[in-house]
């Protein structure tokens, strides 16, 4: 029988510290790798017999990956561009680095060898930026990752809005905390100011508030 291991934290602390608590347990339970799934992430029947096929085929590689796709096309993988994720073409070549693209969180199958070398996931990033960190944490012990057969659909709903004015402001605000922190730990950023600006300008049309410009140009409200 298999067992099913539900861990609740009513604080909602984000998929960062949700990752690591599964580290944790799959390091106690001594298995080999993880899969990362969000709920809004649909997997092929296939797929397990693709990641079974393509770690025998590149057996020195700890992190595997199927496409992702939404409703606009494929969104994982993806580049990272003066800190902005940038959608690309479907990739050819199965072995790809870490160093030229980016995925996101969910469906990726990950060792624990791996995530233990990379320190885990860094908590002060609950959502927003959680892969793109990861991924650098990553590639500086495990440069490279593979790409599978498999393609999966993601609604992304995490990320969308939620409809309400005040808990979009909110999620606005974890946002913008998001972009200031990464800008501190590395030099990808030409501009933190036109990444906060774009989704400003975005919430803005929405509302037809100032609401969230004011609070993305000023820093002293993302405390």
Same mark, same amino acid.
């Given at each position: ?7 609740? $934290?009513? +604080?909602?602390?984000?998929? #960062?510290?949700?990752?690591? %608590? ?5 390091? *106690? /339970? ?29 057996? $020195?590689? +700890?992190?595997?990956?199927? #496409?992702?796709?939404?409703? %606009? ?5 993806? *580049? /990272? ?143």
């Amino acid at each position: 029988m298999r067992k099913l291991t539900l861990i609740h $934290d009513p +604080s909602n602390p984000g998929v #960062s510290k949700a990752y690591n %608590k599964a580290f944790t347990l799959a390091k *106690r /339970l001594k298995k080999k790798w993880m899969l990362l799934a969000d709920q809004d992430t649909a997997f092929p029947p296939t797929i397990f017999l693709d990641f079974a096929q393509a770690i025998q085929n590149y057996p $020195d590689i +700890s992190a595997f990956v199927p #496409s992702l796709y939404d409703g %606009k096309g494929l969104m994982s993988p993806f *580049r /990272l561009l003066w800190g902005k994720g940038i959608r690309i073409k479907a990739l050819d070549n199965e072995l790809q680095f870490f160093a030229k693209y980016k995925v996101i969180n969910s469906g990726l199958l990950v060792s624990v060898d791996g995530f233990e070398r990379a320190n885990g996931y860094d908590e002060r990033f609950p959502l927003d930026y959680s892969d793109v960190t990861f991924c650098d944490r990553f590639s500086q012990h495990d440069p490279n990752f593979v790409l599978i057969q498999s393609k999966c659909n993601h609604d992304f709903s995490a990320t969308a809005d939620s409809g309400n004015i005040s808990d979009d402001l909110n999620r606005f605000k974890l946002f913008c905390q998001a972009v200031l922190l990464y800008k501190q730990i590395n030099s990808h950023f030409i501009s933190t100011n036109l990444i906060i600006l774009s989704h400003a300008l975005k919430q803005t049309f929405k509302w037809k508030t100032l609401r969230f410009l004011k609070t993305g140009l000023k820093p002293s409200s993302l405390k």
